[in-house]
């Protein structure tokens, strides 16, 4: 009853904040109750974050991959966007502020991703590794959308906008992209997403060969 008080209000607030009191009030609730379940303010916040980005994140998980990682990775960006502009102030509670209390959606909305470049590393088409691969699109998709939400350009066109800033990041990270990396070092990036997955190895051996891998990326990068 709390949280989903506290999720309208949020929805209905023209500034993105909301009261303890006028949540208690709509719950119809004391705030020493309020305080006892969420801690404070921001543990209220954080709550009504992960609650209200549930439903997005439980469509991606029952989504099934398709044959293409690519796409997928296409299909998240735009999916993610749209969440954002179709609630953007619990949106910016995750992405756009300071809580003291963080909500768990940015860590499972990250592992997500990661499991879809890692495909893309697996494949050989990645410049990066998976997790920073992962990095670079969840900050330029979150600063699209925060940009989007922030400014509300009545001029520009949030799909637009959204196309032009996805493809020049999949410019940068992939492997058929203008700044692409040496034939060796992708194949170093490829080889290590794919021994994530083996088992052949003990931990010591894993280090030594990951300690190898960098190295020689390292030094392809001057090349």
């Given amino acids: 009853m709390i949280i989903n008080s506290a999720e309208r209000l949020l929805a209905e607030s023209a ?8 949540v208690c009030e709509a719950a119809g609730v004391t705030q020493p109750v309020l305080y ?30 398709s044959d293409d990682a690519l796409e997928d990775l296409r299909r998240g960006w735009d999916n993610h ?11 910016r509670l995750v992405f756009g502020t300071a809580l003291a209390a963080r909500p768990a959606a940015m860590g ?8 879809i470049t890692s495909r893309l590393a697996a494949e050989g088409r990645l410049l990066l590794g998976p997790e920073q691969a992962a ?17 509300g350009d ?15 990041t999949l410019r940068g990270i ?24 083996s088992s052949d190895f003990t931990p010591a051996e894993a280090y030594l060969l990951n300690e190898w891998l960098d190295r020689f990326q390292a030094g392809n990068k001057t090349k």
Avoid: C
């Fill in 135 to 151: 990095r670079v699109i969840m900050a330029a998709n979150s600063g699209l959308a925060l940009g989007l939400i922030l400014r």
């Fill in 154 to 168: 009545a001029d520009q066109d949030p799909k637009q906008a959204s196309y032009q800033s996805r493809e020049a």
């Fill in 15 to 22: 500034t993105g904040d909301i009261s303890t009191r006028a």
């Fill in 108 to 115: 499972e909305a990250m592992k997500l991703l990661v499991g």
């Fill in 81 to 91: 966007t749209a969440f954002a502009l179709e609630n953007p102030h619990a949106y």
């Fill in 36 to 65: 006892r379940h969420f801690g404070d303010k921001d543990g209220l916040l954080a709550a009504v974050a992960d609650h209200v980005w549930e439903n997005y994140l439980s469509a991606k998980r029952s989504t099934k991959n």
């Fill in 174 to 197: 992939l492997s058929g992209a203008e700044a692409s990396a040496s034939p060796a070092a992708q194949a170093a990036t490829t080889l290590r997403a794919q021994l994530a997955e």
